[in-house]
């Protein structure tokens, strides 16, 4: 996969992978990377992240929040 050429991901990055790994129910993947988020960003939190991002359609947005906080992430 493309996320497979990062070199350096940042925790925007990483958040998104935890967020992806939720939601195919792979919880310790989505625990470890939402842990790493959390380690290189203290002040990170859903609301901060998902305000940098475009969404069209709010349900995909909402859908995006979810996984997010499934993964463990701050709200």
């Known amino acids: 996969p493309a996320t497979d050429r990062l070199t350096a991901p940042e925790a925007p990055h990483l958040a998104f992978l935890a967020a992806c790994a939720a939601a195919l129910d792979e919880g310790e993947a989505a625990a470890a990377l939402a842990a790493e988020v959390k380690r290189r960003d203290p002040g990170f939190t859903v609301g901060k992240y998902l305000a940098t991002l475009h ?8 859908h995006h929040r979810r996984a997010l906080l499934q993964a463990g992430l701050p709200q």
């Open 55 to 62: 969404y069209r359609r709010p349900e995909d947005r909402e």
